[in-house]
């Protein structure tokens, strides 16, 4: 198959690099970048611990002027891959929920039990789930500092543009909300309308799906749990 991969590097590039082992020819094409806030008011803590949802907030956090204020801060992570990124910026990472924001907030609150220090959220401008009201309902107050944002591109590529006008992509695949929203968008911008797109669209969940169907694109897929096994699967 022929697919096209919309999301953020690096992520576009190592869902590539995936995908083309096994057997794929793909096209690579961000429609967000990310950008980090380098003046968040993260504040001096102390912190009880440091959540993270995303494996964009590690890099976000350590290059921020606040930086000593979290070493030695126990780091807990929505899965592994953000556990990865976070050790891999020098964070001290505790534990990983390995699942949603409910399982990281379960496993925080369970280790942190009564402390009084509030848990630093370092977070995306645009995020899922509400760990805020989750930690609350444990008794543990919240810090949520927005780091870093997607800034969506306006236009696809022109090859990109003329390979779904002329029907030679098999399929899109799309990871988040806010990227399949830029990528109709784009669409929008060249006059091609969704529904007349012969690409079959893979989507990461039913959240992700939503914008594709309300503007009738065709053969939206979804995948049965919300992670790139599940996606692949789809394929």
Request: proline content about 6%.
């Amino acid at each position: 198959m022929r697919l096209l991969v919309t999301r953020p590097d690096p992520d576009a590039a190592r869902t590539a690099a995936l995908l083309r082992a096994r057997g794929h020819e793909v096209v690579v094409a961000p429609l967000l970048r990310i950008a980090t806030i380098p003046d968040a008011a993260i504040g001096d803590g102390p912190w009880a611990a440091i959540a993270l949802t995303s494996a964009h907030a590690p890099s976000a956090i350590v290059s921020h002027p606040a930086r000593a204020a979290f070493d030695g801060v126990p780091v807990f992570t929505v899965g592994a891959k953000t556990a990865a990124a976070a050790a891999a910026a020098g964070l001290t990472v505790a534990r990983s929920a390995d699942g949603d924001v409910a399982a990281l907030a379960a496993v925080i609150a369970e280790t942190l039990g009564a402390r009084r220090e509030p848990v630093l959220y370092p977070a995306g401008e645009e995020r899922a789930g509400d760990l805020e009201g989750l930690l609350a309902g444990h008794g543990l107050s919240v810090r949520t500092v927005v780091v870093y944002r997607a800034v969506a591109e306006t236009r696809l590529p022109a090859a990109v543009r003329a390979a779904l006008a002329d029907s030679t992509i098999d399929g899109v695949l799309h990871y988040s909300r806010r990227s399949a929203e830029a990528f109709l968008a784009a669409l929008a911008v060249d006059g091609l309308a969704p529904a007349r797109l012969s690409a079959a669209h893979y989507c990461l969940s039913l959240a992700v799906a939503a914008p594709l169907r309300a503007a009738a694109a065709g053969d939206v897929r979804v995948a049965p749990q919300p992670d790139q096994k599940s996606l692949f699967g789809l394929l």
